[in-house]
Antibody, heavy 125, light 109 residues
Framework: QVQLVQSGAEVRKPGSSVKVSCRAS????????ISWVRQAPGQGLEWMGG????????NYAQKFQDRVTISADESTSTAYVDLRGLTSEDTALYFC??????????????????WGQGTQVIVST | DIQMTQSPPTLSASVGDRVTITCRAS??????LAWYQQKPGKAPKLLIY???SLEGGVPSRFSGSGSGTEFTLTISSLQPDDLATYFC???????????FGGGTKVEIK
């Protein structure tokens, strides 16, 4: 059974950065795509960006383009999201999610079958 | 940017009722739409992709329809386990941009 295991909760000060990891427990790492989605307290869902390990392609939502980096390490089956210039508005639960096997096109960023447990990021003075 | 308007924001229905949730796109997205279910304190779960394709393992009481700018998620017979918030997700593969609707909270009467 595929599991996505995310790193633990983080507390950061405004202006700093945070890096969240997401390790896949099974499956060929390059055989799917990964999206990062966040959810502010009591709010809806927001797609931040994604990565296609097979091609190395990374795509970002325009809102985050200037301050987010998504990467992946195939040797450890781990994906990362690095968010800089944090403000209180970045306080949220951050999820990684991946497509089913063999779903490797850009539209597969929306076909998110497996999800991590979420990582709470709190930005506060 | 493509905007998604989801309605209603909340919905109260009885077990066994047929429930319909709607998402409207600000411009045509053909069938580039997915539906997710999120239970309190949990990660979202994919129900439908490509507007009407049922994801593996999802009960057949869930169905999706629509194309262009108007889409619906239907629960044919509401069950207690369906208590959740439902989100649509549109994907513009060209930009690319992926935009969630505002969500519909389904309550059981």
């Amino acid at each position: 059974q595929v599991q996505l295991v995310q790193s633990g909760a983080e507390v950061r000060k405004p202006g700093s950065s945070v890096k969240v990891s997401c390790r896949a427990s099974a499956g060929t790492f390059s055989n799917y795509v990964i999206s990062w989605v966040r959810q502010a307290p009591g709010q809806g869902l927001e797609w931040m960006g994604g990565i296609m390990p097979l091609s190395g392609t990374v795509n970002y939502a325009q809102k985050f383009q200037d301050r987010v980096t998504i990467s992946a390490d195939e040797s450890t089956s781990t994906a990362y999201v690095d968010l800089r210039g944090l403000t209180s508005e970045d306080t949220a639960l951050y999820f990684c999610a991946r497509s089913p096997p063999q779903c490797t096109t850009i539209s597969c960023y929306a076909r998110l079958h497996y999800w991590g447990q979420g990582t709470q990021v709190i930005v506060s003075t | 940017d493509i905007q998604m308007t989801q309605s209603p924001p909340t919905l109260s229905a009885s077990v066994g009722d047929r429930v319909t949730i709607t998402c409207r796109a600000s411009q045509s997205i053909t069938t580039r739409l997915a539906w997710y279910q999120q239970k309190p304190g949990k990660a979202p779960k994919l129900l439908i992709y490509k507007a009407s394709s049922l994801e593996g393992g999802v009960p057949s009481r869930f169905s999706g329809s629509g194309s262009g700018t108007e889409f619906t998620l239907t629960i044919s017979s509401l069950q207690p386990d369906d208590l959740a918030t439902y989100f649509c997700l549109q994907y513009d593969s060209y930009s690319p941009e992926f935009t969630f609707g505002g969500g519909t909270k389904v309550e059981i009467k």
